[in-house]
């Protein structure tokens, strides 16, 4: 199933390093193998430990003796806290409406299992191992779309997860999405693993925690990342089909305004640029473009800002990766305190950040491509980029696709953390949403790469007229980009069926492809 990545503490002191967004992505995406150090096993006991001593105290203690939320006034005879914490786990295990990803389902199960393995919350050893080997068996349990508010963790996508663990409700055991899903007793059964009787607090550990929107930030980190280099290399394709200037990306003028984010946009599409011959570059007698529209000029200020708040999303992630969320906790003294550290807002603030950061991307990317279909605007390029217009099209009708993206994009950009209802009888007034955010950061990131491709087909295909009409060469790594599309996309000389087109664009931008691409012309990497 892949490289190791052992769980471990999260803080420094113990000499382990925490987890990564790289190792999310690994485990999440690739079925990287889990396993859990010693060191993490002699912790989770040690912790046990003292819920045990607390377990037989006369005196209430929240989620050991007690019932949650608005009842944890309820004190619960020894006798009955077995039924009380599988009460939990089934009562909370409330989704429905569609499946979500088994990516973002397997994201979620490890930084759970990341967050038991800290020793901080109680759980039995049995609990976390139990946990590792559902993952390594690759059994996703089946979590749906509605039902976290992103406040006392993401409680209900958790308890579907927690409920695997009891041998209860619907799993996945294929990473074909039309399988069936199954009996999780009869996949724990296939793989071996026995179902757990959950014992005190042992429930509340696995539902108290931020890991399904922490874990659909690190994928979106992952994948955006990917996506701010194709937008540079798009943004510098569109300048040079569209026959413009690279004078404005020169690094001293960037330097006026040091906004890092910006000065690396900058540096890539110079470096794309710099061998163009279908740049305007000043000549002595001779007039040139003195500067093109704001679409093309403020490239890099746009994805500059998306780099810069992504890099804010990526210091907000690595701290919750090394982060103990649960309620309550287990402090090194043997107190068990609660506390409020499941309340999501950090990372919904950030998911929202970055869904106004994607849109505006796509957005700024749309306006590039509509300048090549239009005769008013693209320097010399036929209407619509159609072979023979009037009798074709062209792409005429792929903008208005990139268009409708965009038009969703801004809708999903509204935040949701800026929403908040009350929950519990008024217990829980005051929640995240993060949840929420992340769903729709995802279905954003999506959006983006379509739009981003649907502007690479515009320029690879104002390379094929610039071409014709002996315009000049282009720079080697929009050439190499060019080479790529016609290895599955035509130069059309009529219009053809466009949507396996745009299809084809998309694989080559989200596959990486459209990158590596480029840097090999360049013998560099894009920044």
Known sequence: MGSTYEQHCHHRRSGRSPLTVADVVAVAREGARVEIGPDALDRIAASRRMIDELANDTRPHYGISTGF????????????????????????????????????VRALMLLRLNTLASGRTGVRTVVAETYAA???????????????????????????????????????????????????????????IEPLVLAEKEGLALINGT?????????????????????????????????????????????????????????NIAAVLADSRLIQRPREGEFTRVQDAYSLRCSPQVHGAARDTADHAARVASIELRSAIDNPVVLPD???????????????????????????????????????????RSHGLPPFLAADAGLDSGLMIAQYTAAGIVSELKRLAAPASVDSIPSSAMQEDHVSMGWHAGRKLRRGIDGLGRVLAIELLASTRALDFRAAEGAGDPAPATAAVHALFRTRIPAPDTDT????????????VVSGAVVSAAEGALGAPLG
């Open 134 to 192: 559902i993952l390594n068996a690759g059994i996703t349990p089946v979590v749906h779309e509605f039902g976290s508010l992103g406040c006392s963790g993401d409680l209900s996508p958790l308890a579907h997860c927690a409920l695997t663990l009891l041998g209860e409700g619907q799993v996945r055991v294929s990473e074909d999405p039309h399988a069936p899903a199954i009996d999780a007793a009869s996949a724990l059964a296939d793989a071996g």
């Open 497 to 508: 069926f466009l949507s396996p087109t745009i299809t084809a664009a998309r694989d080559f």
């Open 69 to 104: 939320g608005a009842l944890a006034k309820v004190q619960i005879p020894q006798e009955k806290r077995q039924q009380l914490q599988r009460s939990l786990i089934r009562s909370h295990a409330a989704g429905t409406g569609p499946e979500v990803e088994r990516e973002v």
């Open 334 to 376: 043997g107190r068990v305190e609660s506390n409020g550290n499941f309340h999501g807002a950090p990372v919904a603030y950030v998911l929202d950040f970055l869904a106004i950061a994607v849109a505006d991307l796509a957005s700024i990317s749309e306006r590039r491509t509509d300048r090549f279909l239009d005769v008013a």
């Open 211 to 267: 890991d399904g929107m922490l874990g659909m930030l690190c994928l979106a980190l992952h994948d955006l990342g990917a996506l701010l280099k194709v937008a540079d290399l798009a943004a510098a394709a569109s300048v040079e089909a569209l026959t413009g200037t690279d004078a404005v990306f020169a690094a001293e003028l960037q330097e006026l305004r040091p906004h890092p984010g910006q000065g690396a946009a900058a540096a």
